[in-house]
Every structure is written in structure tokens, then in C-alpha cells.
Nanobody
């Protein structure tokens, strides 16, 4: 059974940094893409970043490009989202997700989800 567990969310001032982690278990992820999405109340879940598991190709939403960095540790089955220069508009619940296959930007394309971790950026 696939399980994804996020951690690292919290409250931070604008301009600050946070690092989110997502520990995956339950199977081999050698062919899986891992992604991060975020969601605020009343809005659809939106793509933030993704990384292929095997050769580390990355993709970012324009809104976070240059500020967020996605990475992964294959030995630990863990992915990370380093967030810097945080803005109040980055406030959201952040979710990690996995899918078998290539880059994808719709949440409907992902097969498994974590429970989410809240990030709040104060102005």
C-alpha cells in the first residue's frame, strides 16, 4: 500500500524559507513521477513542481520558478520542496503526489496523495 507523508509546513514571515518533505513507502518508485500541489479554500488544487524519480527532470509553475526547488533522495524514497523568498500568496495546504509516468500538471493525473501540510506566510 502506497503511503505519502508530508512534513515541514508552518508559519513563516514573508521573505522567509521552509523545506517540505514527503516520505513515500509501499513500493518501488523507480518509474514514478513525484509532484507538489497546493490548495487554498474554495480553489482548485494547483500544480507547484514535479520531478521524475529516475533522472531528476524537474518542472515548476511560473509562480514559483526561481524561488522553489524540488529534489529527491532515492535512497530514502523522499522528495523535498525547498521554498525561499516566500510570499503571502504562497499560503496554502501543500500536498505531495505520485504518478507512474512522465510529467503531468493536472491533479487528476496523479494516483496517490499525501494528507497535506499547511504553509502560512505572514506579511
Amino acid at each position: 500500500q502506497v503511503q505519502l507523508v508530508e512534513s515541514g509546513g508552518g508559519l513563516v514571515q514573508a521573505g522567509g524559507s521552509l523545506r517540505l518533505s514527503c516520505a513515500a513507502s509501499g513500493r518501488s518508485f523507480s518509474t514514478y513521477l513525484m509532484g507538489w500541489f497546493r490548495q487554498t479554500p474554495g480553489k482548485e488544487r494547483e500544480f507547484v513542481a514535479a520531478i521524475t524519480w529516475n533522472i531528476g527532470i524537474t518542472s515548476y509553475a511560473d509562480s514559483v520558478k526561481g524561488r522553489f526547488t524540488i529534489s529527491r533522495d532515492n535512497a530514502k524514497n523522499t522528495e523535498y520542496l525547498q521554498m525561499t523568498s516566500l510570499k503571502p500568496e504562497d499560503t496554502a495546504a501543500y500536498y505531495c503526489a505520485v504518478r507512474q509516468g512522465g510529467l503531468a500538471y493536472s491533479p487528476r493525473s496523479y494516483d496517490y496523495w499525501g494528507q497535506g501540510t499547511q504553509v502560512t506566510v505572514s506579511s
